[in-house]
């Protein structure tokens, strides 16, 4: 039985659904994560996880329902400002810049802090009591001219950026090229990227895909580190059963596109409609 949490909501997905063309991808899905929470979305394949990812970073527009995240309909915004807001993601596939090296990559995220202009204005319509009226920052002609200040913001990016490097043990690949990581450390880059935007909610798409027993482990504690470091709340879509079990505290499983469960890792590992349609016979201790 789930108790009623006291804590903040961060996210809201209210009767969410999408259509692509005849085929209804996502059938009113309904769902919640409170502030620090780590939450597992799984199922099989085609059952519309990455689509709800989607739906929540602004990539899909619902045909239906809402994405209210802090209390803010973000339903169809772009997604550069949901990110500004302070949502970041990863990706099944990671999508590093191979070419650029590791230390590159983060300040891509840092970057994006750069031209926030559209998020300001979100939260200032949302509650000008507390955030003030955006300014636009003519930011182009200062990187060409190399103005004092933004000589200033460029070193203060790249101290963020080497001090999450620390935080995630990949400081002394800082120089590398992002294609010469082992597998395991890419994937830490892919999420020090994202955590460079500064989010409150992180989603993790199959970040353990691809590892060995070993290596998911260590993904599995590295997860929970920067949880707590970073003050995170986590949506997560991922197949590996046994890292779903040991790291999140609710679940919800999806199958055609609607839920059918919602629950603790324990209760859904023993209801029959997820072993029919995901779990099969296995037992996940």
């Keep these: 039985m789930i108790e009623i949490s006291k804590k903040k909501s961060v996210l809201k997905l209210e009767n969410l659904t999408i259509k692509f063309g005849g085929l209804t991808a996502v059938d009113s899905f309904n769902g919640y994560l409170n502030e ?24 899909y527009k619902p045909t239906f329902g809402n994405v209210i995240f802090n209390n803010i309909d973000i339903t169809g915004m772009k997604p550069h400002v949901i990110t500004h807001l302070g949502v970041a993601r990863t990706f099944q596939n990671i999508r590093l810049f191979s070419e650029m090296t590791v230390l590159e990559n983060v300040l891509v995220g ?50 963020h950026a080497l001090e999450l490097l620390k935080a995630v043990d990949l400081e002394r690949y800082a120089n590398l090229k992002a294609s010469a990581l082992p597998y395991g450390p890419q994937r830490k880059l892919e999420i020090a ?37 970073f003050s995170l709340t986590i949506l997560l879509i991922e197949h590996d059963m046994k890292f779903v079990m040991g790291i999140c505290e609710r679940i919800y499983v999806l199958d055609y596109g609607k839920i059918i469960a919602h629950g603790l890792p324990k209760e859904i590992q023993n209801n029959k409609k997820v072993i029919e349609a995901y779990l099969g016979d296995e037992v996940y201790v």
């Design 36 to 59: 620090g929470e780590l939450v597992g979305l799984i199922g099989p394949n085609g059952a519309g996880k990455t689509t709800i990812f989607n739906m929540i970073t602004g990539i």
């Design 110 to 159: 840092e970057h994006s802090w750069l031209t926030n202009f559209a998020a300001q204005k979100v939260l200032y319509k949302h509650n000008p009591k507390v955030y003030r009226r955006p300014k636009w920052k003519p930011w182009f002609w200062s990187a060409v001219l190399k103005t004092p200040d933004y000589l200033k913001m460029e070193r203060e990016m790249r101290d």
């Design 193 to 229: 990227r994202a955590l460079a935007t500064k989010p409150m909610l992180l989603l993790l798409d199959e970040p353990a895909a691809g590892m060995n027993p070993q290596e998911t482990q260590e993904l599995l504690e590295f997860i929970e580190n920067i949880r707590k470091r």
